[in-house]
């Protein structure tokens, strides 16, 4: 099973580029998430999407855009990188299906903003 | 605001038992999720709680008081493979995870 896969896994990008971060589940999931996580803070939420089709902004939103045009894909664009966006950043879907409403994690994207 | 506090680094023997605490101060609590993260790697899920009481699943437990705003996980009969950051995450009144910043175990021989 695929689960949920991500690309690139690292990047290094020119401060003032533009890029998307890929992400992409086979399991069926509604819910869909982009966290960024940075040494000595928790996973932040960027960006989530309930199903297909809607969007919404979580606790560090500013400087990203994401988009859902179906149920597999949920990719993150940053229009215009910082040095500051430097991160890890973990795609992430969630089973709503059963009790425990789990999330699940990509492997990951490591981006270095110069 | 929204809060989980846990202790930044621990350190355990291989064999020992290791007890990790987790408090929140969150709008709403709909479960309470402990995930493990290796170095480099994505979390993963280990337990989730959503009523009081111990939750047991191999050499790991977890425990909730909601009342006190309080968990724990506790694992036993370490083993090096164990090393990792051990995340705790609540289910706010939204439906969104709040993750702490992570406790990193080390396991010493």
């Known amino acids: 099973t695929a689960g949920i896969t991500q690309a690139p896994t690292s990047q290094i990008l020119a401060a003032g580029r533009s890029m998307t971060l890929r992400c992409t589940q086979d399991?069926?999931?509604?819910?869909m998430y982009w966290y960024r996580q940075d040494l000595g803070l928790g996973l932040r939420l960027i960006h989530y999407?309930?199903?297909?089709?809607?969007?919404g902004k979580g606790e560090v939103p500013d400087g990203y855009s994401v988009s859902r045009a179906n149920t597999d894909d949920f990719p993150l664009t940053l229009a215009s990188a910082v040095p500051s966006q430097t991160s890890v950043y973990f795609c992430?879907?969630?089973?709503?299906?059963?009790?425990?409403?789990?999330?699940?994690f990509g492997p990951g994207t490591r981006l270095t903003v110069l | 605001g929204q809060n989980i506090d846990q202790p930044t680094e621990m350190t355990a023997t291989e064999g020992a038992i290791v007890q990790i605490n987790c408090t929140y101060q969150?709008?709403?609590?709909?479960?309470l999720f402990w995930y493990q993260q290796h170095a480099g790697e994505a979390p993963t899920f280990l337990s989730y709680?959503?009523l009081d009481g111990l939750e047991e699943k191999g050499r790991f437990s977890s425990f909730l008081s909601r009342s006190k705003g309080y968990s724990y996980l506790l694992l036993k009969e370490l083993q090096m493979k164990d090393s990792a950051s051990y995340l705790c995450a609540v289910v706010d009144s939204n439906y969104q995870l709040i993750w702490g910043a992570g406790t990193k175990l080390i396991i010493k021989p």
């Open positions: 709680n959503v």
């Open positions: 969150t709008s709403g609590f709909n479960g």
């Open positions: 399991m069926r999931h509604n819910a």
């Open positions: 999407s309930n199903t297909a089709g809607t969007t």
């Open positions: 992430a879907s969630r089973d709503t299906s059963g009790v425990t409403d789990t999330q699940y």
